[in-house]
């Protein structure tokens, strides 16, 4: 293993250090491993909180700040933040409007997620979650009952965050997080697995000429292992299972993300949307936003995943609004 770290069981630690050091408008709380929006809480607007095990940056401390999420969680490697981690950062956020949690579809995440509303409602903190389970890979893992949640997580930050920020209700900014989970679909591809810190190994192994589809974000195997395709082949193939699952129609607006896992150069990333866009383009779908780029990762996995969002003029137009984060802006 070569990592540039310092000791493994501190990683997520010294992160956070950067990471305020980089962005001082935001409040990271390094022993709670919480990170807020300078201005939180902005009062009468609903917060939004999502996290969970680190190692998918820049999700989820990357997406907080104006337009997006207002606190992020984040766990030691593939593990779920806590619930009192989790109860700070509502806390943090509460502006007198209520608390939407963004939740990724794992167990841990989930329970976790679950015990700290309870707590904040507890304390008379309304909240609401969106669980995001968009990842059409896998019905069920070793890592949750159900689908998956993937790279449609951010779509959900992005567009029930721009409702959030024009001063929309608790229960329609958590009705449009639910509708955009609904209308996505994600199927991730890897060529080489990630090696966590704390093992130094690749959390599987494939031959020189294979390629695991179907994996997750946490290192996990996929649905199976065959040979290396050319891309063409395995956008078709990528595809095939989100059109299945969530059907796009010729006269669909999509919003499109392909996203790298960690260690795929942004050359292979762009050669792949240009497949899913001649291959969507041709079935007469409009691709009216796209996103290229790495933006949940696994770590150093060396793959890529492909989400696709079918979008409504509303989710289209909460999608240009304003952001300002680390990890994604726009004006």
Known sequence: MKKFINQPDQVVRQALVGLA??????????????????????????????GGG??????????????MLDAACAGEIFTSPVPDQILAATQAVDGGAGVVHVVKNYTGDVLNFQLAAELAADESIEVRTVLVDDDV????????????????TMIVEKIAGALAAEGAGLDEVAAMGAAVNEASASFAVALAACTTPSAGK?????????????????????????????????VA???????????????????????????????????????????????????????????????????MSITVTRATEEML???DAPVSTPGLRWS
């Open 21 to 50: 050091a980089a962005h001082p408008g935001l409040r990271v709380d390094v022993d709670q491993q919480i990170v807020v929006r300078a201005d939180a809480p902005v009062a009468g607007k609903v917060g939004l909180v999502s």
């Open 202 to 234: 690749p959390g599987f192994t494939l031959g020189d000429d294979e390629m695991e589809v179907g994996v997750g974000i946490h290192g996990e195997p996929g649905r199976r292992r065959e040979l290396i395709r050319p891309a063409h082949e395995i």
């Open 317 to 319: 137009r909460l999608w």
């Open 137 to 152: 890979a896998v019905e069920d893992s070793t890592w949750t009952a159900g689908r998956r949640g993937t790279g449609a």
């Open 54 to 67: 680190s190692g998918h940056e820049p999700m989820h401390g990357g997406f907080v700040g104006p337009g």
């Open 237 to 303: 193939m990528a595809l095939d299972a989100i059109r299945s699952a969530k059907p796009v129609a010729a006269g669909d607006h999509v919003i499109v993300l392909v996203n790298g896992l960690g260690g795929t150069p942004l050359i292979e990333l762009y050669l792949l949307f240009g497949e899913v866009a001649g291959a969507l383009s041709g079935a007469g779908v409009d691709i009216a936003r796209s996103l290229v780029g790495t933006y949940v990762t696994s770590l150093d996995m060396v793959g």
